[in-house]
């Protein structure tokens, strides 16, 4: 693992809330698309690129789009499954993914549920990506879903999709790979024989899972700190979570090389990226 640049922020609010780390029994963590940036995943903000450079996320990321051009939408998400697939966790996943296996060895100190129950790391993203899990995270939450789960548009039967091999000679991610996608059209559901696939993620418009919502408020109503890392906070309503843990009076730390609509409201800002300060926090 190559050597992480210790982060530019100030080294007394970095002890600070590596206090805090080091201190917390209930913790929550919640990442958006810059936890993966630095595996190479672009985020929102980023600008698209290749063919879908006239669009911007937010666009495609709709059932309007999807049922507009089925094609144009399931070659996005094929694209983007790829990429990630072949793309790795960073350091700051896998920080993650140690300060939780650190907590599951804390002894449960039999806190009833009232207390806020037993300890451990709860994860909860609005990231669409495996990266978490692949660096050993149990992730509680996908509030938006996840590009390797497909269901049918008619009867929500789930089905399983074959996103290829990635071509040894076609870089996931690529433009070559962006044209390959092109020529894939939503599989019709094996079930119904009626509906077309469509991916298993929360477009613009949708509700979020009831389930993965819950658990995430709940988990945070309950926490006794929160790292919030790499999201903008624009998109609602998962951008009001961090809300929930300052209600319950916890310490809510923002870890964002950049300001965000977040940041007046949380209580530590630390201003480097996820790959450089997770490990200065956990390790
Ligand atoms: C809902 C899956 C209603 C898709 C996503 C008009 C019409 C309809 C709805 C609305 C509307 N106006 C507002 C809304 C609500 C809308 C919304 O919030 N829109 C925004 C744009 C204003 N929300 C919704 O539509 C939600 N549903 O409201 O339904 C309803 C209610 C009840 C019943 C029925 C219906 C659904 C929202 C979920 C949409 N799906 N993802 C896909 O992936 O294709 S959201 C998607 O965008 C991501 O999942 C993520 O949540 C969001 C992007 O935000 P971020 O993760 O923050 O990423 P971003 O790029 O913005 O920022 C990256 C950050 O990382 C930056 O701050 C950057 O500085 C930082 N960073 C960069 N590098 C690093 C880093 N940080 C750390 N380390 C680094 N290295
Ligand atoms: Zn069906």
């Given amino acids: ?13 970095l002890a600070e809330v590596r206090e805090l780390v080091a201190a917390a029994r209930r913790p929550v963590v919640l990442s958006g698309a810059g936890m993966s940036a630095e595996s190479g995943i672009p985020t929102f903000r980023d600008a698209q690129t290749g063919l879908w450079e006239r669009f911007s996320a937010e666009q495609l990321a709709t059932e309007e789009a999807f049922l507009a051009d089925p094609k144009l939408v399931w070659s996005w998400y094929r694209w983007r499954a ?9 350091p700051g996943h896998e920080a993650v993914a140690r300060w939780q296996q650190r907590l599951d060895s804390v002894p449960d100190d039999g806190s009833s549920p009232e207390a806020g129950g037993a300890p451990g790391l709860v994860v909860a993203t609005q990231n669409v990506d495996d990266l978490h899990e692949r660096a050993g995270t149990r992730v509680l939450s996908h509030l938006h879903g996840s590009l390797f789960e497909f269901r049918c548009v008619l009867c929500s039967t789930p089905a399983d999709v074959d996103l ?6 076609v870089e996931a991610g690529s433009e070559e790979d962006l044209e390959a996608q092109r020529l894939h059209t939503p599989p019709r559901c094996e079930v119904c024989g009626e509906g077309r696939l ?3 993620i929360v477009w613009f418009g949708e509700m979020l899972p009831p389930a993965a919502w819950d658990r995430a408020y ?7 700190l929160c790292v919030v890392v790499g999201t903008s906070g624009l998109v609602q309503p998962a951008a009001s979570l961090p809300l929930v843990a300052l209600g319950a009076g916890a310490p ?13 409201a949380v209580t ?9 300060v997770l490990p200065a926090l956990v390790d």
């Avoid at 693992?1 to 609010?13: K, N, R």
């Avoid at 709940?218 to 006794?224: G, I, K, V």
């Fill in 82 to 90: 790829r990429m990630v697939r072949a793309r790795q966790p960073n």
């Fill in 164 to 169: 290829g091999e990635l071509d040894q000679g």
């Fill in 268 to 276: 530590h800002v630390l201003r480097g990226t996820a790959g450089q």
């Fill in 252 to 264: 809510v730390v923002e870890v964002n090389p950049d300001q965000t609509e977040l940041t007046d």
């Fill in 218 to 224: 709940d988990a945070l109503e309950r926490c006794d």
């Fill in 1 to 13: 693992m190559s050597e992480i640049p210790t982060p530019a922020v100030d080294p007394g609010l």
């Fill in 198 to 200: 469509r991916p298993g």
